[in-house]
């Protein structure tokens, strides 16, 4: 149960959905955000949120050659000092339970601050600015899937964010459809771009990015959420890739 808590021109985007279809086509229906609303989306962003927990522990290792190196490198050490089998076959699964203790702390610390900041109050936050908005996905009268959009005046990009569907309804095409949702507004908006940043390590959700048009234009390694201390253990145990994504929709 989850805690209640109080660059250079791309190719165009993919043409995005006449006014006059019906929004509700394959039973797929992207609307604002209602405030009475605020609990279900908070409890769909909080669960995919949570879900990063084992991906950046276990999956994220494979993007990681030199800690899979130091990984090795203390196996060995292991055996050269202690020659037993036993130990050194147990220091994976140590290795693994650190970088779940790590993961588990700063996603938890990241979850915190974003449910007491922008999440806590996404009336205040997306609805009322000029630039910004927040979407849902209704399928069959349940809401399943949340996406936000947030202007910014300065070099007229609206930034993608939040993004998430209930891990129940995927497969659907409905990330799919938020994202063209924020495609459409900010061509509406006449917004010149549309970025994004993630740090998420499954293919799937950068293949979506790029099928909506995006280009993939940079990578910081080692990037460090809100909260994290950044000591020797946690580096050991804990890396992050932040991607950049850029969709450009008209020359400035």
């Known amino acids: 149960m989850w805690p209640s808590l109080a660059g250079s021109p791309s190719s165009p985007p993919p043409p995005l959905s006449s006014p006059k279809e019906d929004p509700r086509r394959d039973n797929v229906y992207i609307r604002e955000f209602h405030p009475s609303e605020q609990e279900v989306v908070r409890r769909i962003f909080y669960e995919g949120i949570m879900e990063r927990i084992p991906n950046t522990a276990f999956r994220g290792l494979k993007q990681q050659p030199l800690t899979q190196l130091l990984y090795g490198l203390l196996a060995v050490i292991c055996f050269v000092v202690t ?5 050194t076959c147990c ?5 693994m339970g650190m970088r779940y203790y790590f993961s588990r702390k700063v996603i938890l610390h990241y979850l915190d601050c974003a449910l007491h900041t922008d999440m806590s109050d996404i009336e205040q936050y997306y609805m009322k600015p000029p630039g910004s908005c927040f979407w849902v996905a209704v399928l069959d009268g349940n809401v399943v899937g949340i996406v936000a959009a947030r202007g910014n005046e300065e070099d007229n990009t609206v930034e993608l964010r939040r993004m998430s569907v209930d ?11 938020l994202g063209r ?33 995006f280009k993939h234009v940079g990578v910081v390694e080692h990037y460090a959420l809100p909260g994290m201390t950044r000591s020797l253990l946690e580096r050991m145990f804990f890396q992050l890739r932040y991607h950049r994504y850029r969709l450009q929709l008209r020359e400035e």
């Open 83 to 87: 020659k037993s089998f036993l130990l």
């Open 91 to 95: 220091l994976p699964i140590f290795l």
């Open 167 to 177: 891990s129940n309804y995927r497969g659907k095409g409905i990330a799919k459809a």
């Open 181 to 213: 949702k924020v495609l459409e507004f900010a061509m509406l908006n006449n917004y010149s771009s549309v970025v994004l940043g993630t740090t998420a390590v499954k293919m799937a959700a950068h293949k979506l990015y790029e099928s909506l048009g």
